[in-house]
């Protein structure tokens, strides 16, 4: 029996691009913190007809929605690979904060900050992973948490205030705040003030961080996104 060609035909890919095209359109205007950006001026962006961006979406609001969850998505998945082999639930949630720290000087982290608090609850990206760490590192009696979802909005509002100050104040050492922020969460969490220093000085590393800035902006998406926010910062 002869084998099935399971690759996408031409007409598939061509309408993979139109869509891959919107969304990476889409989190440019959300990057620069254009909310109420017109589809005519999205489609442009993103170098498509408006009739095919109703090929793809329904509204705007449903662009931006899949825009924010393929960053999401591609953050929790990073972020999922660069700890499996981290045993430890605490130092497991002490990197992924520090690495996500880490990211708040680059452009595209835009995209999650302009997001704001809605990441608090939204169940994709850094939150469940964090709530389950917490609750994880209690259970083992790593930290003295009762709460785990209550520690996590603590650990998100640290977050997104880390990532206003480091696009304000792009001078100051990212790696040395975040770290520095991450030590004092975790002694605030009930972990010895030594034990939370030494887990916020193993290397996070620039491969972690080049993987990360990849995966949330893919290189193929670059000119798009820049475009659009081009677009609306002249």
Known sequence: MADVDNRPNRLQLRKQRTRAALIAAAQGFIAAGKFNVPIQDISEAADVGVGSFYNHFETKEELFEAAINEV???HGALLDALTAS????????????????????????????NHGLALI??????????????????????????????????????????????QAEPERDAAQVTDQIAEDMLKMFGMAAEEARTVCCTPVGLDALGRLQAAVQPPSQTDIVGTAAARWRA
């Open 86 to 113: 981290i045993d430890d639930p605490t130092e497991r949630f002490a990197f992924s904060f520090r690495l996500t720290g880490r990211m708040f000087p680059l452009p595209q982290s835009r995209i999650v900050l």
């Open 121 to 166: 609850t939204a169940d994709r990206g850094l939150g469940p992973r964090a709530k389950r760490d917490i609750a994880a590192a209690a259970a083992a009696g790593r930290l003295t948490v009762t709460d785990p979802q209550l520690a996590m909005a603590v650990a998100a509002g640290m977050l997104l205030g880390l990532g206003e100050l480091l």
């Open 72 to 74: 999401l998505d591609a």
